[in-house]
């Protein structure tokens, strides 16, 4: 395998389509609530109806650019990694000089890529509060402030994302 050149791990179709249908349902909801609201009802399903339907209409474009264009969860560099796995992942560049070990982490019934950093009070001081109050939890739960989520993951497991990231590290330690 490559590394000279990024990796990326997008997000399954199949999650986003079910998000995308959600998002439909909640739209037909609002519309019908507004739809009251126009013919009789009290005023509040007026202003519910419109109000969510401009929300998740919204929303389900966002999600349909989604599905058309693939949400990165992952992406590998020969600099680092940028993590966009979750909402509380902080999506700047870790590098890989900071990556002190690599592991597959259990969490419940969920399988976790675990990364720990030589310096994480560095990297949780960095990030906005509610992250650190999320990286600090983590940093209690399974000793790592960092952990990508790879369960909607597309054609990829967290064992062979710790395989290529550890590809990546050992690369990026023969350049320095």
């Known amino acids: 395998m490559k590394t000279d050149k990024p990796y990326v791990v997008y ?10 249908f959600m998002d439909l349902l909640l739209v ?16 509040s399903y007026l202003a519910a109806g ?3 339907t401009l929300l998740f209409g919204w929303w389900g474009l966002f999600l ?6 693939g949400k990165v969860l ?3 560099t020969p600099e680092g990694f940028y993590d966009h796995s979750t909402w509380a992942a902080s999506g700047q560049l870790i590098r890989w000089t900071d990556v002190e070990a690599l592991h597959e982490v259990l969490i419940g019934n969920q399988m976790f890529v675990g990364v720990e950093l030589t310096n994480e009070t560095e990297y949780l001081a960095s990030l906005p509060a509610y992250k650190r109050l999320l990286g600090q939890a983590n940093g209690k739960i399974v000793h790592s402030p960092l952990n ?3 369960k909607t993951a597309r054609f990829v497991t ?17 350049l320095v």
């Open 28 to 43: 037909v909801f609002s519309l019908s609530l507004w739809y009251l609201g126009q013919y009789g009802a009290n005023i």
């Open 158 to 174: 967290s064992h062979e994302v710790v395989a290529v990231m550890e590809k990546y590290r050992q690369n990026s330690r023969k």
């Open 148 to 150: 990508i989520n790879l």
């Open 50 to 52: 419109v109000s969510g």
């Open 74 to 76: 992952l992406q590998l």
């Open 11 to 20: 997000q399954s179709k199949g999650k986003q389509t079910q998000l995308l």
């Open 64 to 69: 349909l650019h989604r599905l058309f264009k």
